[in-house]
């Protein structure tokens, strides 16, 4: 690649925080434009191997390309979004928690889910303290999700009628209290926190990874409505 040319991609990387998951998501879709074009000329152009090699390296570092798309495989590349979010608060609670999912998936799939339903109620606290919303001591997850839900106006009453897909629209934003309900009902089963049966089995990792994943995407999504928004007022206001 000419020099020229050189410059300008070494112009764009400069120009990315990867401590921002946005800019992260910006270079994960230019790299995964570059993987589907080597993927269809890998062959012609003699690169099977590089292209082989470009997917292994995704792997190691937690994401994996299928289908012209990369994703986060792993719950620590998936929790990267919740772990960004929580520098920019400054919520170190929240950063706490994270570390402890990231150390016990694999070691401690109990702790892990424990953890994860305690990382939704640190985000949904959080959120309600930033807009000045009360909430009591003995408020659960699900009574916490619901006042986040309503103050974000991400509850299906807020969808309007005439809005495209209005009717999917409302299918996913009830699922957000599924999701929430759900993890709230793995911590009570097979989470820290309450005594159990003696003879009593505990979930494998991959049931952790289905957990912290659901936590994850919730948190980060609620998050990012959460700043949206309130970016949005204060353009407004000033």
């Known amino acids: 690649m000419g020099g020229q040319r050189r410059s300008l991609v070494q112009d764009y990387y400069n120009s990315l925080d990867f401590s921002d998951p946005r800019d992260g998501r910006k270079f994960l879709n230019v ?8 993927e269809r000329h890998a062959s012609e152009w003699g690169a ?3 292209f082989d090699g ?7 570092d937690g994401y994996g390309y299928h289908d012209g798309t990369i994703s986060p495989a792993t719950a620590a590349a998936r929790l990267a979004d919740a772990k960004a979010i929580a520098n920019r608060l400054d919520a170190a609670q929240i ?7 990231e150390a016990s998936i694999d070691s401690d799939p109990a702790l892990a889910i424990g953890t994860a339903k305690e990382l939704v109620e640190s985000c949904f606290k959080t959120i309600l303290t930033e807009r000045d919303i009360g909430y009591g001591t003995g408020d659960d997850m699900l009574v916490l999700g619901k006042k986040v839900f309503k103050a974000l106006k991400l509850v299906r009453d807020d969808v309007s009628e005439a809005a495209k897909g209005a009717d999917t ?11 929430v309900q759900g993890i709230a009902e793995l911590r009570g089963l097979y989470g820290t926190g309450h005594g159990k049966d003696g003879k009593a089995r505990g979930l494998q990792p991959r049931h952790a990874r289905l957990a912290v994943g659901a936590a994850s995407s919730l948190v980060t999504f609620v998050f990012e409505t959460h700043l ?3 970016n949005a007022k204060a353009a407004e206001a000033a």
């Open 31 to 38: 790299l995964a434009v570059f993987l589907r074009r080597l």
């Open 228 to 230: 949206e928004t309130k």
């Open 54 to 60: 470009f997917k292994d390296q995704l792997r190691r």
């Open 169 to 179: 629209i409302k299918r996913v934003l009830s699922n957000l209290s599924t999701i």
């Open 95 to 101: 950063h706490e928690q994270i570390q402890r999912i």
């Open 48 to 50: 099977t191997e590089a």
